[in-house]
């Protein structure tokens, strides 16, 4: 945990920093496996080994939110759970908790890194996991303790940090093979879509979009300086992506007519000043390397050239006024022409794109997840 004279030597240095700134073990299978008709497996392409050395890092440990989940909200009282068809129904395993109607982009990095299995949930880990590595991500966990308060439980990015430590030190877990580790974050969006832009949300009354961003960027800086103390050295922070595009904002905000460009916006500052920090953690941290993702740049030519032109509009059945798949409702029958699966999460094929992209370097700064893990 961290104790007061840490918190007090951060701060400290935080101070300086704020005036600077004025930012399921399941089987694994093939990295473009995606299946074109509702229910149903067709064969899939001739897939790219994804990992012609082996497996390139000793374990790998993930953060962050709903994009990351593969079941930890499962037991949780939450509304922000997927264990249920049509999730899942391109996976393997099923429904999961994964959100998503297959893998997410966890599921495709561990792929192209070469393990064998899936990450599997910290829900239900066994010690004997911790050395292989676990997934610690919520659906609508958030950098603040009070973000997704609408959702029910979740667990936060401080919680999630907690977790590993325990995890790790339960298991005793080598320092110097926590070294060798891979490490992704995915955070923030909730922080935006379920608190700052929250109706009458007095967050959003308290702060602009640029001291929101700054708030939320110093007590990033916290957990990931915690994870560094517990021997993170290959560390990629992933961007909020266009939150404003999303359908549920679209429906919400921006009349059902387009893009909601305030929101886009802030998340735009959020990721400017999440950069900084990148660099600051680079040049203030001894032979540690850190990554900025930014999965959504350039992605709209990306997607059209791979047939993905479906954009504004969820793949499954969706209630008005919600964000996921009504239970067992019908689904778009050629998922692999949508961006969206439901009003917020993103189809099994643009999360396999948006992690091929982060693994090769392609708006990634300064390293690929490749050179991380090389």
């Not at 297959?102 to 829900?123: M, Q, T, W």
């Not at 929101?212 to 990033?220: F, Q, W």
């Not at 699966?341 to 643009?350: G, L, M, Y």
Request: aromatic share 10%.
């Amino acid at each position: 945990m961290l104790t007061v004279a840490s918190i007090a030597t951060v701060l400290g240095f935080l101070l300086i920093y704020y005036s600077i700134l004025f930012s399921d073990g399941n089987r694994r299978i093939n990295v473009f496996d995606y299946r074109f008709e509702s229910g149903k497996r067709v064969t899939p392409p001739a897939p790219v080994a994804p990992s012609a050395r082996g497996q390139q890092a000793q374990c790998y440990f993930v953060f962050g939110d709903s994009v990351f989940d593969n079941g930890n909200n499962n037991a949780l009282n939450t509304i922000a759970k997927v264990n249920y068809l049509p999730y899942g129904i391109d996976f393997s395993q099923g429904p999961t908790g994964r959100f998503s109607n297959g893998r997410n982009i966890p599921d495709v990095i561990a792929e192209l890194v070469g393990f064998n299995n899936y990450i599997p949930p910290f829900v239900g880990a066994s010690p004997a996991q911790a050395h292989i590595g676990i997934n610690y991500a919520s659906g609508g966990g958030g950098i603040r303790e009070d973000s997704s308060q609408n959702l029910g439980e979740k667990i936060s990015l401080r919680e999630q940090v907690d977790n590993h430590r325990s995890a790790i030190l339960r298991a005793a877990v080598p320092r110097k093979q926590l070294k060798q580790c891979l490490y992704t974050i995915n955070i923030g969006s909730n922080d935006y879509l379920n608190n700052y832009f929250l109706p009458l949300s007095p967050t959003r009354r308290r702060y602009t979009p640029n001291q929101y961003a700054k708030s939320l960027i110093l007590l990033y800086r916290i957990y990931v300086k915690e994870l560094h103390k517990l021997g993170a050295r290959n560390v990629a922070l992933f961007g909020i992506g266009k939150i404003g595009c999303t359908p549920r904002i679209i429906a919400s905000l921006g009349g059902g007519t387009g893009c909601v460009e305030e929101v886009n916006q802030a998340a735009d500052i959020f990721n400017n000043y999440l950069k900084v920090l990148v660099i600051d953690l680079n040049n203030n941290l001894f032979g540690a390397k850190f990554t900025y993702v930014d999965l959504f740049s350039g992605n709209a030519q990306d997607f059209a050239a791979r047939g993905i032109t479906v954009s504004g509009r969820s793949c499954c059945t969706v209630a008005a006024g919600e964000e996921l798949c009504a239970a067992n409702g019908p689904v778009c029958t050629n998922r692999t022409k949508y961006i969206f699966w439901d009003n917020v999460h993103t189809t099994e094929i643009v999360n396999a794109v948006a992690a091929n992209k982060a693994f090769n370097g392609v708006n990634t700064s300064p390293y690929s997840i490749s050179q991380l893990v090389n």
